[in-house]
């Protein structure tokens, strides 16, 4: 038996019957269901952090239900930026990108890069989850190796490669708190150049892709820290 007067209570004050909730008491939820949801809507103009994004893909082609190419490729890019206004961020990541690529021919093609993005988002809404559309541009130096993977393989050989992306992207951020946010980003389609200097000889190829961002990877999230508010 629990001794209601050691809790300093009378069995007259306990009341588990439910009750409809009266227009005060209710407009007291719908204030704090709005506070909540408005986290991310208090002036962020003059405030910065720092944070980053991480991304892999990896797809597969076939002819006649046989894998002819497979490619996978991953990013890493932290950053730093500023609110330039409410809605708009502008910010630089620093880019860590690789790639394999095997086909059927039997040879296989490593890339690894790294280089600078720069980005700018325009943000829609006024409540902790904001939808956004970007522009990033991206400059990538890097390099490649090639592995003939034949039963008898001629010699490795390695060169030079150096990208250049301007894309349009899409995404959201949530803001899990005043300090921390989460960020998605998926590309939508944008312009990409590569060039490559091997064994003496260049080539190059440009285009307009789709489905794609200049971190080479069709969905990337990452988490933001806001170590200066706009207040401070």
């Known amino acids: ?68 190419q497979k490619f996978s490729s991953w990013s890493f890019s932290p950053e730093i930026g500023t609110f330039l206004t409410n809605r708009l961020q502008l910010g630089l990541g620093i880019t860590t990108n690789g790639s394999k690529q095997e086909n059927i021919n039997n040879n296989r093609e490593n890339t690894l890069k790294f280089g600078g993005t720069l980005y700018t988002r325009y943000f829609f809404g006024e409540t902790a989850f904001k939808p ?62 590569n060039s490559y200097k091997v064994n003496g000889s260049e080539k190059s190829d440009s285009g307009i892709d789709a489905n794609i961002n200049t971190l080479g990877n069709r969905f990337t999230i990452g988490i933001y820290y806001t170590f200066k508010s706009a207040k401070e």
């Not at 007259?12 to 227009?23: A, C, G, M, Q, R």
């Not at 405030?47 to 991480?54: D, E, L, Q, V």
């Open 1 to 68: 038996e629990i001794n209601l007067e050691f809790f300093n209570l009378s069995r007259e004050t306990i009341d588990v019957s439910l009750k409809p909730l009266n227009s005060a008491q209710m407009k007291k939820i719908i204030l704090i269901t709005i506070c909540f949801l408005s986290t991310a809507s208090i002036a962020q103009q003059g405030s910065w952090y720092i944070g980053g994004n991480a991304g892999f893909s990896s797809r597969q082609f076939e002819n006649n239900s046989n894998v002819v």
């Open 132 to 193: 956004f559309v970007a522009i990033n541009v991206t400059v990538l130096p890097g390099s490649v190796k090639y592995t003939d993977l034949s039963p008898n393989p001629a010699p490795s050989y390695t060169g030079d490669v150096f990208s250049f992306g301007a894309n349009l992207n899409a995404g959201f951020a949530y803001a899990l708190n005043p300090k921390f946010t989460a960020v998605g980003s998926f590309g939508l389609v944008g312009f990409n150049s």
